[in-house]
């Protein structure tokens, strides 16, 4: 089983930028891919938007097409950490952010890149952006 933690929220004004992270423990694949979502206020477990995957191994990323070039992911596999880098942020990317692990490999993910296939979460950490 894979624990992860999520640190880096805050308040931003639109235009401005935050860096997440996500500590991995717990026994790790080479192909599990380790992914960020997002749960927009009011919304769903179940509603919750795929933004970026990234495999553990290899290091290879996929990407939600509205995130592509303000968002980056990348890890480091020596700290057991997974970041996601968010520039350009605007009042709809508002969420609270989820870090989820599976092992699935990242082209399996990317084909179909639902909340159902990962399963191991964090608790998630707040990202407001204001207007």
């Known amino acids: 089983q894979v624990q992860l933690v999520e640190s880096g929220g805050g308040l931003v004004q639109a235009g401005g930028s935050l860096k997440l992270s996500c500590a991995v423990s717990g026994r790790t694949f080479s192909r599990d891919t380790l992914a960020w979502f997002r749960q927009a206020p009011g919304k769903e477990r179940e509603e919750r938007t795929f933004d970026a995957a990234i495999s553990w191994g290899a290091g290879n990323t996929h990407y939600r097409d509205s995130v592509k070039g303000r968002f980056t992911i990348s890890r480091d596999n020596a700290k057991n950490t997974v970041f996601l880098q968010m520039n350009s942020l605007q009042p709809e990317d508002t969420a609270v952010y989820y870090c989820?692990?599976?092992?699935?490999?990242?082209?399996?993910?990317?084909?179909?890149?639902?909340?159902?296939?990962?399963?191991?979460w964090g608790q998630g950490t707040q990202v407001t952006v204001s207007s």
């Open positions: 989820a692990s599976t092992n699935t490999d990242l082209w399996a993910v990317a084909r179909a890149p639902t909340w159902r296939i990962f399963t191991s």
